[in-house]
């Protein structure tokens, strides 16, 4: 196994740069069916949801945020206004 020390002084994008795609190499390998190429978004989503253990209320606030993070600030108002959202988040 590949081990992910990182210089902590880098920046937050520079931490994700030197992580992420390790990681996700790694979780497409061990993950997924054999002869499957799964995607980033699919180790990724597969990541989040194991981490934040599988609670949908936590799940779509990581989405939410990442949405707010990515300047797509009225995309996020829409999801955290979906009846989907509101039912796990309710009137928060």
Not at 6 to 17: G, T, Y
Not at 38 to 61: C, F, N, P, R, Y
């Amino acid at each position: 196994m590949t081990n992910l020390k990182f210089d902590k002084n880098l920046s937050s994008d520079e931490m994700i740069a030197a992580v992420l795609p390790t990681l996700l190499d790694a979780i497409k390998a061990k993950a997924f069916v054999g002869g499957y190429e799964a995607t980033d978004a699919e180790a990724l989503g597969l990541v989040v949801s194991k981490h934040m253990q599988w609670d949908a209320e936590a799940i779509t606030q990581v989405a939410a945020e990442a949405l707010i993070d990515s300047n797509y600030d009225a995309l996020a108002a829409d999801f955290k206004t979906s009846q989907a959202y509101m039912h796990l988040h309710g009137s928060k």
